[in-house]
């Protein structure tokens, strides 16, 4: 059941109220409440990745969607999220590395062509519940990022089990942050049956209010942070400064940092706070 961010409204004759339904957090993508924010049909690494990016915003909270999954090997699905009121590192700074525990953000220091407020990571391993997300706050001290994690699964395997389970973070800096995954045989399948990631932010836990203006990019790479796909929402075509081994691949480009500000266009798609187009329940 939908849950409602009840609007008064003045019906003289009627008396009647109406809500707008919020997405529900089920590992679902194909909720209708959504906005298709970006697609991409750009797959490096075998069928898996990401293949589309959706958001949803209202006056409390905003919503991120992936559909599509990551392999079972630790490849991440990395998203990248500004807020016009949060802060963050700014735009052509490539981003600091962080220093805490084995993630994705030790080594990925690309530079985005907007601010840059914080950074998600999303990966499994081969148990059924030996995956998690990761968030990382470029809002406060960005030079000397430390992971905060929403759900630590390297080290404490087995505690979500990629089924549409919610899962809510007990950090007391981002309260309210939940996320659900539900698993797919590939990226493709996903695409037709709308399995993928869904990610709930309360604008409280990260600056924002409901005038907030949001930049999102996503994309997909090693378990490392080495290396880097084209799989990417926006979609991309050739990386002006990709293929860095000369072999002629630029489905697979070897090694970060990318400069997004090279590349022609915004590399990012944007939603804003207190937008929310998706249904209406009428009580």
Known sequence: ??????????????????SIAQPTLDGLTSDSDYVTLGTT?????????????????DATDLYIAITGYPEDNFNNQLIFL?????????SGTNLPRVTSGFNPFERWSSAYDFDVSYGFAFNRGGGATDSG????DFTTNPT??????IHEDIVNFGEYPQDGSV??????TYTGIQFASLAATSASDALTSGQGLEIRLPLSSIASTDTSIFSLQTHY????????????????????NGDTNGDGDENNFPENPIDWTAEAGDQFVTITGGSA??????Y
């Open 1 to 18: 059941m939908k849950k409602g961010i009840l609007l008064t409204v003045a019906f003289a004759m009627a008396g009647a109220s109406i």
């Open 133 to 136: 997300l990761k968030l990382v």
């Open 277 to 282: 187009v998706g249904t209406w329940d009428l």
């Open 144 to 149: 000397d990022k430390q992971v905060g994690f």
């Open 221 to 240: 790479i090693s378990s490392d942070g080495h290396n880097y796909s084209a799989n990417v929402i926006p979609e991309v075509g050739t990386l002006t």
């Open 167 to 172: 899962y809510t973070t007990a950090n007391a």
């Open 41 to 57: 049909a750009n797959m490096s690494y075998g069928d898996w990745g990401v293949r589309e990016l959706k958001g949803f915003a």
């Open 82 to 90: 500004g807020s016009s009121d949060a802060g963050g590192v700014a």
